[in-house]
């Protein structure tokens, strides 16, 4: 989503690449770059023995922001294939814009705004006397 306030979508280029990461909590979901086998399966955000480490290489997507999906190119040159491949992208995108505006249009109709008070849990680090 682009614009002030998400205003309109973009379709932009991307790609997949390993994270990085190589265990999560099953509680929290807290990611860590090291295997269980390292330190342990306690997690350092919920402190429960509940790591595990990713059965496969744990990827992330990425996107080129600015590179959208149409921008400089010239069809001149394309396949057919290539050409039939793009237009059931782009279906697929518009499909996605219908259902994000029909979504919309639902919570608009059937939810309201309320306020919550909610506690927000931190951790810090305070000097303690060795006596
Ligand atoms: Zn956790």
Redesign the pocket.
């Known amino acids: 989503m682009n614009g002030r306030s998400n205003g309109y979508l973009v379709l932009y280029e991307g790609a997949q690449e390993p994270s990085g990461y190589k265990s999560y909590?099953t509680?929290?979901?807290?990611r860590n770059y090291r295997p269980v086998a390292d330190n342990g399966n306690l997690?350092g955000?919920?402190?429960?023995p509940?790591?595990k480490d990713y059965p496969t290489t744990h990827m992330r997507v990425v996107t080129y922001p600015g590179r959208g999906v149409d921008m400089d190119q010239d069809y001149e040159d394309w396949s057919l294939d290539g050409l039939r491949a793009r237009v059931r992208l782009i279906q697929d995108f518009d499909r996605l814009a219908d259902l994000i505006v029909a979504e919309a249009v639902w919570m608009a109709n059937n939810c309201t705004i309320e306020e919550e008070t909610y506690m927000v849990e931190k951790r810090r680090r305070v000097m303690v006397s060795g006596e």
């Open positions: 909590c509680a929290c979901g807290q997690c955000v919920c402190r429960r509940a790591r």
